[in-house]
């Protein structure tokens, strides 16, 4: 998808008068919908049975990435906008694939899938207030109208799933295997449509980019395990 956009940029930025960049909302919303007709009510009795595991988890989750997409950042010093991105995406909960990778580590399982649904439930007060607090320094950030676009992007398409799936969990099987090929379709195209939107950017600090990308991602795990075993 990231190759496709860097070379075909003009196909994904508009098709005639209409601007693609309208579609990240909708597809966003989608997405989270998908998330949360994969998760019950159940995933958050972990918070009873684990209460430790997940406090610290969530301890974890947004104090190491932010803090680290915020000094990366720094010591880069890559532009404002990409500078904020790179706080984002520390500041942002784990998803789905986080339960995977824990499925294929044999890891605590029940434990991910709980702190996936309370960090994506608690995303659209934290994830707004580590912006405002970190990546402020490098753009303006509106605290309440961006909790207020996660509420509309996350919190709302995810209980819609939620409630989905506890009333149709199983009578509709070929919605249960459509939805995650419908999810990864979106998740490709927002890919795509971001990319091309701001190819001269990446082409002109890709490499440290991914270098900043590396480094964040192996200093979260490292630190993240180590804050946890300690």
């Known amino acids: 998808a990231i190759c496709l956009s860097l070379y075909y940029p003009k196909n994904f930025i508009q098709i005639g008068s209409f601007q693609l960049k309208l579609l990240i909302v909708p597809l966003l919303q989608i997405i989270m919908f998908g998330m949360g007709t994969t998760m019950s009510f159940k995933d958050f009795y972990g918070v009873i049975k684990m209460p430790k595991g997940v406090i610290v ?83 303006p950030i ?15 398409p995810v209980l819609v799933g939620l409630i989905f799936n506890y009333f149709f969990y199983g009578k509709i099987i070929w919605l249960d295997k459509v939805m995650p090929i419908i999810s990864m379709t979106a998740i490709a195209l927002i890919i795509t449509i971001i990319t091309a939107a701001g190819r001269d950017s990446l082409i002109s600090i890709g490499f440290f980019l991914i270098i900043a990308a590396i480094i964040h991602n192996l200093s979260g795990y490292f630190l993240g395990y180590w804050g946890c075993k300690i």
Do not use: H, W
Request: glycine share 6%; with cysteine; net charge positive.
């Open 57 to 139: 988890g969530l301890i974890c989750q947004f104090s190491i990435m932010p803090f680290l997409g915020f000094s990366l950042a720094y010591l880069f010093k890559f532009p404002p906008e990409i500078s904020a991105g790179i706080v984002l995406i520390g500041s942002s909960p784990s998803g789905l694939a986080s339960n995977v990778m824990a499925y294929l580590a044999r890891a605590n399982l029940a434990l991910s899938v709980t702190l996936t649904a309370v960090a994506t439930l608690s995303a659209p007060i934290i994830t707004p207030l580590l912006m405002k607090l970190l990546a402020g320094a490098f753009v």
């Open 142 to 156: 509106d605290f309440f109208d961006m909790t207020i676009s996660m509420i509309k992007m996350v919190i709302l």
